[in-house]
């Protein structure tokens, strides 16, 4: 009897701490779930070390690397570069072993090749490489380009000597020959790729070994010459480190005066979409019959999901409209590695949240059937719609999805673009998985999919020009105090 007794407590006990532990993984794999942001983070970015690679893993990760491009990329819509490609082939495999950092300036040079913007490295993040002393984003200096020269136009309370100033040379190196080197190292048109190396300073000195401390020869705001020592402690000194923020809404919205109104809609990425949604409706209540124009600003929006911008188009038209045509290859690379992005617990959930899902079940080695009324929008009814003047302001940042949404604007007729050309060109490369190299650990961004403009203009090598063109130097001086002013002048 006592024996059965203790048999009883005895297994109570272990349920209760089956329980527990139950609880205690439900936990951890819902929190996995929520946090979707930072686990496609982790797994999207590089991981590199300082071991050396054999030839033999070298050319492993070279054929894995080649034969996923010409499997996944829309072999229709670009130029496979072979010369160039079969050059640095070569030369990587010339190397009995070769490090991994050696590596991947080589492999980003190859990408490059293809002069396609989406087809590209994703950079080392100190984050997920604890090893690393430094990631580039540790760079203190907000930068812009103005005659060929580099201007400071934002600083840390550290380094305030640096603002307004001309820099000359970084621990020895001219910025010119910087400039001209980074330069290569990026796809894309001209002025996407000055912006992508503006905007990314740190992490191509970071590509180029060039580590901190960082002295600085420069011109002050009086042309003196100077120079100055950059340190760094702690990555959240930077100005360029990006906060992670769940509660971004991707936009900012003010008044300019009582007839206009002006949204900043800087970022289609990783927002909660409701929050999104509901933040956008309130902006559109409060402009309700309220302003006569109203300036939506895409210069900033580098793009992601363009689900963003169909939401905020909800708001200006009841029609339906065209949107660009989507030349989508199916491949079984594709399918592998946008599996691959995300750990078993939460890939169903992930790749419905992706909208592709039910497209890993078709047909492989073909471009997907898609059903004629999904060449078009149908908008949903708004409670607060917007039916007066709209402009949408467009620029050499705007990118990829952004641009979707100017094409769609423009070839639509919904509203006016103003400003100067797309960073990227209008017939884009998109709809991106990502490869992790086995041996290297370095991931490739491959894009999947060409996006042809409703107006079926087929120029691959032209970018999205607005209805009415702003000069390029005031465009750049233009807040949204002065692209308002512009607007009441006209």
């Known amino acids: 009897m006592k024996k059965s007794i203790y048999k009883h407590i005895h297994m109570k006990k272990i349920i209760k701490y089956l329980l527990l532990l139950l609880i205690l993984l439900s936990l951890g794999f819902f929190s996995g779930c929520f946090n979707f942001r ?126 307004r100033s001309r820099l000359k040379k970084i621990n020895g190196a001219s910025v010119d020959s910087l400039m001209t080197l980074f330069l290569k190292q990026c796809s894309g048109t001209p002025v996407w790729r000055e912006k992508s190396v503006i905007d990314n300073f740190g992490q191509y000195l970071f590509l180029n070994k060039m580590p ?52 900043n809609l800087y970022s289609y990425q990783y927002q909660d979409i409701e929050l999104y949604s509901r933040e956008l409706d309130s902006v559109f209540k409060k402009i309700e019959n309220k302003c006569s124009f109203l300036v939506i600003d895409l210069r900033y929006n580098s793009g992601g999901n363009s689900i963003y911008g169909d939401t905020l188009l909800n708001h200006l038209t009841d029609k339906k409209y065209r949107v660009p045509d989507k030349k989508w290859w199916m491949s079984e690379s594709y399918k592998n590695n946008i599996k691959q992005m995300f750990p078993w ?41 917007f039916r007066n003047k709209v402009y949408f302001v467009i620029g050499s940042g705007t990118f990829s999805s952004a641009i979707y949404t100017g094409i769609v604007v423009q070839d639509n007729k919904i509203a006016q673009l103003i400003g100067q050309p797309s960073g990227d060109v209008a017939n884009a490369i998109g709809e991106n998985c990502y490869l992790k190299l086995p041996n290297s650990g370095i991931v490739v961004s491959i894009p999947s999919a060409c996006f042809v403009r409703p107006n079926r203009d087929l120029d691959m090598n032209a970018p999205l020009i607005p209805d009415i063109l702003i000069e390029s130097d005031t465009l750049n001086k233009y807040d949204r105090i002065n692209i308002c002013k512009w607007l009441i002048s006209r």
Request: avoid cysteine; hydrophobic fraction near 35%.
């Open 212 to 263: 901190p401390p960082y002295k600085i020869d420069f011109l002050d705001s009086l042309q003196k010459q100077q120079t100055v020592t950059i340190t760094y402690e702690d990555k959240n000194q930077s100005i360029s480190a990006s906060n992670d923020n769940s509660d971004d809404k991707g936009f900012e919205f003010n008044w300019f005066n009582d007839s206009i109104a002006y949204i």
């Open 38 to 163: 930072e686990v496609v983070n982790k797994r999207i970015s590089t991981h590199i070390d300082d071991e050396s690679l054999t030839r033999e893993q070298l050319n492993a990760d070279l054929n894995i690397l080649l034969n996923n491009i010409r499997d996944i990329m829309p072999r229709e819509y670009y130029v496979w570069p072979e010369y160039i490609v079969d050059s640095i082939s070569k030369s990587i495999l010339k190397n009995k072993t070769l490090s991994k950092s050696d590596f991947l300036i080589n492999v980003n040079n190859l990408l490059v090749s293809f002069d396609i913007a989406h087809l590209e490295v994703s950079f080392p993040k100190k984050k997920y490489n604890p090893h690393l002393p430094y990631d580039g984003t540790e760079w203190p200096l907000k930068l812009s380009l103005s005659n060929s020269n580099l201007i400071v136009v934002k600083a840390d309370n550290k380094h305030d000597a640096l603002k």
């Open 345 to 385: 617990y939460m890939r169903s959930i992930a790749l419905k949240m992706m909208g592709v899902k039910e497209y890993l079940d078709s047909p492989s080695n073909t471009y997907y059937k898609f059903d004629e009324n999904e060449g078009y929008t149908y908008p949903k009814q708004q409670i607060h719609p």
